[in-house]
């Protein structure tokens, strides 16, 4: 039998949604699949996208232009199947994250701080000590978050916020603000999978897959977890950042010393001293 064309666009969520979809017999006997990256802009083919025949996609406003959802639909042909998937961020486990560019992780508290005439020690005692809720509404900064996830929930079938606030305190369900977990993205998968009506992934399938991401876990400051009142972590919690082993303390020490060193690569520098520790 001929396979079908399926073109997947997406952000770094769309590669371990593919591999997921890979693991249905079902799937990948019926689809060759081509995945194009959302965030820089890759092209897809007009060619491609005339005899696709399923098309993925996380929802991309006007403002994308050719790559827009909307444009992009235009081009498919009458018989193409569309599914929109969700496109997962999530900043409850990290409230102070900064959109700011130049600095990978950016932390809005220890970025005040950087501008003060403090040393090394003095910024990893406020940051560690200060009272955050007496400096940011948390409250507000979630709520806020939890519309937008809302709002880009509404293009999908497959909902997902409400499984996310119903379980992220008991289990860590995000490495990053935007590398969700495998339970995450296997919903996702099978959600996609019934909306082809084809068989959800089974047990020895998701057993077997690894976890997405797992360079890095971004660390949760203790303040936060008690705030949340997560149970999966505390002070004294390890996280995995690009092979060592680090608490909180220890991953906001490298990132104190990689700014006050001048430098703007963070990855670069957790993985250099990663491997002096």
Not at 48 to 59: P, V
Not at 97 to 120: A, M, N, V
């Amino acid at each position: 039998m001929k396979k079908k064309t399926c073109i997947l666009q997406a952000n770094c969520q769309g590669e371990p949604i593919e591999d997921l979809l890979n693991l249905s017999p079902e799937f990948k006997e019926s689809y060759n699949t081509y995945r194009f990256t959302n965030y820089i802009r890759e092209p897809i083919p007009d060619e491609l996208l005339s005899k696709c025949d399923l098309f993925l996609y996380q929802h991309l406003a006007k403002g994308w232009g050719e790559l827009s959802s909307e444009t992009i639909c235009s081009k498919l042909k009458d018989t193409c199947k569309t599914i929109a998937f969700p496109s997962m961020l999530f900043i409850h486990y990290w409230p102070l994250w900064s959109r700011q560019k130049g600095f990978d992780y950016p932390d809005i508290f220890l970025e005040s701080l950087f501008e003060r005439d403090l040393d090394e020690s003095q910024i990893i005692h406020l940051f560690m000590n200060a009272k955050l809720t007496n400096i940011y509404d948390f409250k507000s900064i979630i709520a806020e978050s939890e519309k937008i996830e809302r709002q880009k929930e509404s293009f999908c079938s497959a909902k997902y916020v409400d499984h996310i606030l119903a379980n992220y305190k008991q289990r860590k369900l995000f490495n990053t603000i935007n590398h969700p977990g495998k339970e995450l993205l296997t919903n996702t998968a099978n959600a996609i999978l019934f909306e082809l009506n084809l068989s959800e992934l089974t047990t020895a399938h998701i057993g077997a897959f690894p976890e997405p991401f797992p360079d890095f876990e971004q660390p949760i400051h203790p303040q936060i977890a008690e705030y949340l009142g997560l149970e999966f972590c505390g002070p004294d919690t390890r996280y995995h950042v690009y092979g060592a082993e680090l608490t909180f303390r220890e991953y906001a020490i490298r990132y104190i010393k990689c700014r006050k060193l001048g430098m703007e690569d963070f990855i670069g520098f957790l993985q250099a001293t990663a491997h002096k520790s």
